[in-house]
């Protein structure tokens, strides 16, 4: 395997990490700063209130992003299953 290579093997497995984490963290950030905003336009500083709309977000985008996040994982796989001849020489 030559350097060149592997820098393209974790480049393209850097940019797949980067596009999962940010389909999941982005709308729970949000939802983060409207709450936030809310909370500071009312005064109200209870952490629940922030924490909670958060988590859910964060679990139903995964629920939705599932088929997706799963078929962009398999696809790097095969891939890297279809490169092994290429890169064992």
Avoid at 7 to 36: E, K, R, T
Avoid at 63 to 84: G, K, N, P, S
């Amino acid at each position: 395997m030559t350097p060149e290579q592997f820098v393209d093997l974790f480049q393209h497995a850097l940019y797949l990490v980067l596009i999962m984490v940010s389909a999941i963290m982005i709308p729970g950030l949000v939802v983060g700063l409207i709450v936030s905003i809310f909370q500071a336009a009312t005064s109200i500083n209870e952490q629940t209130l922030s924490f909670l709309p958060r988590l859910l977000v964060t679990l139903i985008t995964l629920m939705l992003l599932a088929h997706w996040l799963t078929r962009l994982m398999m696809d790097y796989f095969h891939e890297l299953v279809a490169q092994i001849p290429s890169v064992m020489q």
